[in-house]
């Protein structure tokens, strides 16, 4: 059985007196049926992991660079994020790709980075609108996938979340039929090319809320979700939680 996993994405969000949220998250779920994950800033990872006391809650970063050290001012190495205290990284998110130019080879090279610190990678997969529009989606993630999945990728190391660009931070999203449809041609996908396939947990985010979590996890294939914007506050989290515990 896969365990479920309910990650938040903080982004360019939260300053040292948002870290109140991580108390009201955990005082919420003192003992969650589900891998509870957040990956808040980096300048805020050290001190979120002390905050969560000895809670099972999970820290996380939201990139890493692909080398271990050198001369690349203003990166993050995955060790860095390890020393930090956490046990996860975000690679190849939408934005990422959009905003930096990361290509699937430079996601591949930040997933194989983040391994050998010893950390998850949660890598990102999505079409824009103009390739859902063309029919080209499962094509579109289907390449992500495989130029992204880096050698010695494993269910224990690797997590993949697909987040079709068009639906993050929206309101937008895609019907349950179209998201059943892409998680299952990733499943297909991932059974070609490794032997954990089964294991492997495939994440669902862009636009999860309260209001629509629970019928979006019926869905097969469906093993949690990466959250944006209603991770950034307990109250709008939890219920998310709930319903994933509850799936």
């Not at 993630?141 to 929206?170: C, F, H, R």
Request: with cysteine; net charge negative; aromatic share 2%.
């Amino acid at each position: 059985m896969r365990r479920k996993l309910a990650a938040g994405n903080w982004k360019m969000n939260g300053l040292t007196d948002t870290l109140g949220q991580v108390k009201a998250l955990t005082d919420a779920h003192p003992d969650p049926q589900v891998d509870l994950l957040l990956c808040p800033p980096a300048t805020l990872i050290a001190q979120m992991a002390w905050a969560r006391g000895t809670h099972a809650l999970q820290i996380g970063g939201q990139n890493c660079h692909a080398a271990a050290t050198g001369a690349h001012t203003g990166d993050i190495a995955a060790t860095m994020l390890k020393d930090a205290g956490a046990s996860h990284v975000i690679v190849g998110h939408s934005e990422r790709r959009a905003d930096h130019g990361e290509t699937d080879a430079d996601v591949a090279a930040k997933a194989l980075a983040a391994h050998a610190a010893g950390l998850i990678a949660i890598i990102c997969l999505g079409e824009t609108l103009a390739q859902r529009e063309a029919g080209k989606a499962l094509a579109v993630v289907t390449a992500q996938l495989k130029g992204s999945l880096p050698a010695g990728a494993t269910a224990a190391n690797t997590v993949i979340a697909y987040e079709p660009v068009w639906a993050i931070g929206t309101g937008k999203v895609p019907t349950l039929d179209q998201i059943g449809e892409v998680h299952g041609t990733l499943r297909g996908a991932l059974r070609d090319m490794m032997r954990e396939a089964e294991g492997v947990r495939l994440l669902y985010g862009g636009s999860v809320k309260a209001s629509n979590a629970a019928e979006i996890f019926s869905v097969a294939d469906v093993d949690g979700a990466l959250v944006g914007g209603a991770s950034l506050k307990a109250e709008d989290f939890s219920p998310i939680i709930t319903a994933l515990e509850n799936a």
